[in-house]
């Protein structure tokens, strides 16, 4: 019956990726200069469709985002709930601005953010968005986010929602070097932050290096962060959960993608544990694995 209920499963999956391959086709086909503009969230996109070729598992933002008007489908809808009209948020790795323009309509225009995204393309197309929808309460950085002030290599990879400071272990990949800040120095004044987020791609543990101040001083701060297994080792994880801890903070919800087919299919599972309890999952161990945790300080 197992075996009979994994089978089932491929072919389910075998079967959304086939349609959701002919729709990509068919956008790609009446898009104009390799570009679509799509309403995302309340807000108009403009999304690349010039990748080469038609890879059945390719899961770009871009394609994510033309074929289902959303992506991160549990993070999103969490996000909505907490977000409050004022607030302050500190967007690290903001990528083409999927996060920053729900964010920029649901703290209206008494709240502020900063989104820093370290990459020159993506961070021209987030400030093309921002500029498309007429916003004014996005302020954009280009520079990357470090324990340190300086420079360091950037590697740039097939998918734009997947460059990082890790070196990918496999796979193409360009170099290019990118200044970095640290978190402490760049609000250091800008006052207080109410909210941060951060996809970095398995750079976690040294941008918090760098943000000391701002953890200790933001006595209500949330965070939403990324942990991607396949680019930290378990006891790097166990390292970032234990340090956050260290701040008071302690995970709200915890959102995990056990494999590819539950990515694909939309079927991740959001829970309730604690920071002590993540620390002894064995999740953790599996490169196939991804956790999308939101954090807020105990009182």
Same mark, same amino acid.
């Given at each position: 019956?197992?075996?009979? !209920?994994? !089978?089932?499963?491929?072919?389910?999956?075998?079967?959304?990726?086939?349609?959701? #391959?002919?729709?990509?086709?068919?956008?790609?086909? !009446? +898009?104009?200069?390799?570009?679509?503009?799509?309403?995302?969230?309340?807000? /108009?996109?403009?999304?690349?469709?010039?990748?080469?070729?038609?890879?059945?598992?390719?899961?770009?933002? @871009?394609?994510?985002?033309?074929? &289902?008007?959303?992506?991160?489908?549990?993070? #999103?809808?969490?996000?909505?709930?907490?977000?409050?009209?004022?607030?302050?948020?500190?967007?690290?790795?903001?990528?083409?601005?999927?996060?920053?323009?729900?964010? $920029?309509?649901?703290?209206?225009?008494?709240?502020?953010?900063?989104?820093?995204?370290?990459?020159? &393309?993506?961070?021209?197309?987030?400030?093309?968005?921002? =500029?498309?929808?007429?916003?004014?309460?996005?302020?954009?950085?280009?520079?990357?986010? $470090?324990? +340190?002030?300086?420079?360091?290599? @950037?590697?740039?990879?097939?998918?734009?929602?997947?460059? $990082?400071?890790?070196?990918?272990?496999?796979?193409?990949?360009?170099?290019?070097?990118?200044?970095?800040?640290?978190?402490?120095?760049?609000?250091?004044?800008?006052?207080?932050?109410?909210?941060?987020?951060?996809?970095? =791609?398995?750079?976690?543990?040294?941008?918090?290096?760098?943000?000391? /101040?701002?953890? $200790? =001083? *933001?006595?209500?701060?949330?965070?939403?962060?990324?942990?991607?297994? *396949?680019?930290?080792?378990?006891?790097? !994880?166990?390292?970032?959960?234990?340090?956050?801890?260290?701040? /008071?903070?302690?995970?709200?919800?915890?959102?995990?993608?056990?494999?590819?087919?539950?990515?694909?299919?939309?079927?991740?599972?959001?829970?309730?544990?604690?920071?002590?309890?993540?620390?002894?999952?064995?999740?953790?161990?599996?490169?196939?694995?991804?956790?999308?945790?939101?954090?807020?300080?105990?009182?």
């Amino acid at each position: 019956m197992a075996e009979l !209920s994994k !089978s089932m499963k491929r072919m389910k999956l075998l079967f959304v990726l086939i349609i959701r #391959t002919v729709r990509w086709f068919f956008i790609k086909l !009446s +898009s104009k200069n390799g570009e679509i503009i799509k309403e995302i969230k309340g807000s /108009r996109m403009v999304l690349l469709t010039t990748k080469k070729g038609f890879d059945i598992k390719e899961d770009s933002i @871009f394609k994510q985002l033309a074929l &289902d008007g959303r992506r991160e489908f549990a993070a #999103t809808k969490i996000i909505e709930q907490i977000m409050k009209p004022g607030y302050v948020i500190l967007e690290i790795g903001a990528n083409i601005g999927y996060y920053a323009l729900m964010e $920029s309509r649901l703290v209206g225009k008494t709240g502020k953010i900063f989104a820093i995204e370290p990459e020159i &393309d993506n961070f021209r197309l987030l400030n093309r968005n921002i =500029e498309l929808n007429g916003i004014k309460n996005i302020e954009t950085f280009n520079f990357a986010i $470090s324990d +340190s002030g300086g420079e360091v290599p @950037f590697y740039l990879t097939e998918n734009s929602n997947l460059h $990082s400071m890790i070196k990918p272990k496999k796979g193409q990949y360009n170099t290019l070097m990118v200044k970095t800040k640290t978190v402490d120095d760049f609000l250091s004044n800008k006052g207080k932050i109410d909210y941060l987020r951060m996809d970095i =791609e398995g750079y976690e543990y040294q941008a918090l290096k760098g943000m000391h /101040r701002t953890l $200790s =001083e *933001n006595k209500n701060l949330q965070l939403f962060i990324e942990l991607h297994c *396949n680019l930290l080792r378990a006891e790097r !994880s166990i390292e970032i959960l234990r340090k956050l801890k260290s701040y /008071r903070f302690e995970i709200f919800v915890a959102i995990s993608r056990d494999n590819y087919i539950r990515s694909v299919l939309g079927e991740t599972k959001v829970e309730k544990l604690s920071i002590n309890q993540l620390c002894e999952d064995e999740r953790l161990l599996k490169s196939s694995n991804a956790f999308e945790i939101f954090f807020e300080k105990s009182k």
